[in-house]
């Protein structure tokens, strides 16, 4: 087969490299442009970009998808079909219409649940206990087209969404060559998603981030994990200052006043609407993740300190 790759985050590259490695060519791959970090005015080419580089891949890096200059250019390439995992574009049908038989997308979630920019970090903060990743062809919608296949992945208690993210990301990468196979071959036939349990997974912000530790404690142990590593859990510190917070370990004890931070048998605890958390690894303002009990010894915040109020 003669495929194209539509990818740009490092999650979209070991689905680049399983159809590199594959039997099949790889005509083209198309990423979003070269980006300014976070600091600095210098730009950085996508994860996809540098790997499909390696490879000595032709790379298309449209700033709108859109551009007819841009959709005649990938219908010339003819192509059988095309891979898709979190592009970051919007694909419009006469784009669309441009393979043979479609656009495969990976995405990271059992649809017709979690369709939008974060499955994964929504499903975590929900509390699911399954969730997996599904095939699909791209319509119009968001997330809307008909299911060729999909999987299933347990959420273990203490998955982050990056943990998550890349265990979906290794897994999926033969899953979506086996979809776009079996399809190309008229082994799979798509079929239209349910009209119910429909969920959305709305891109992460900043306040979806800020705990609430009038909450019960394995609803903030959820939301941390959910937000972990991007966009970053975080709190207030006393003096009003910003912390962004690794991972909690939800533990028995009494409750006290929600963010009531002290230390005790050498843990470091935050209470909450129920049972208190434990800290893992706290990163005041301009610094770097530390150790929960360096931070607060050298803090010395007393026994009255309350996060979040501030």
Request: proline share 8%; charged share 20%.
């Amino acid at each position: 087969m003669r495929l194209l790759f539509a990818g740009t985050p490092d999650v979209a590259v070991p689905a680049l490299e399983a159809l590199v490695a594959s039997e099949h060519e790889v005509a083209a791959v198309i990423t979003q442009p070269d980006a300014r970090g976070k600091r600095g005015k210098q730009l950085h080419a996508s994860p996809v970009k540098v790997a499909a580089q390696a490879h000595g891949l032709t790379v298309l890096d449209p700033a709108d998808a859109r551009d007819p200059e841009f959709i005649a250019q990938v219908a010339a390439l003819e192509a059988d079909a095309a891979a898709v995992v979190a592009y970051g574009q919007i694909l419009r049908p006469a784009l669309l219409d441009a393979t043979a038989h479609g656009w495969v997308n990976l995405h990271f979630s059992i649809l017709p649940a979690w369709r939008g920019a974060a499955p994964v970090q929504r499903s975590l903060m929900a509390g699911d206990e399954i969730t997996g990743a599904t095939t699909f062809l791209l319509d119009r919608g968001m997330d809307t087209g008909p299911v060729i296949g999909t999987m299933t992945e347990r959420i273990r208690p203490t998955d982050t969404a990056g943990d998550l993210l890349d265990r979906l990301a290794v897994a999926g990468a033969p899953f979506l060559l086996q979809s776009i196979e079996a399809l190309v071959a008229g082994a799979a036939v798509p079929a239209a998603q349910p009209e119910d349990g429909v969920s959305h997974a709305a891109k992460l912000t900043r306040d979806d981030a800020y705990v609430v530790w009038d909450l019960p404690s394995h609803v903030v142990d959820r939301q941390i994990r959910g937000c972990t590593p991007a966009p970053g859990a975080w709190t207030t510190l006393p003096d009003g200052s910003v912390a962004k917070l690794g991972p909690v370990t939800p533990v028995e004890g009494a409750t006290g006043t929600p963010g009531h931070v002290y230390e005790e048998d050498g843990r470091v605890l935050v209470a909450t609407g129920s049972t208190p958390v434990a800290l893992s690894t706290i990163a005041p303002a301009g610094k770097k993740p530390m150790d929960a009990a360096a931070w607060w010894r050298g803090a010395r915040l007393g026994d009255a300190a309350i996060l979040g109020e501030a």
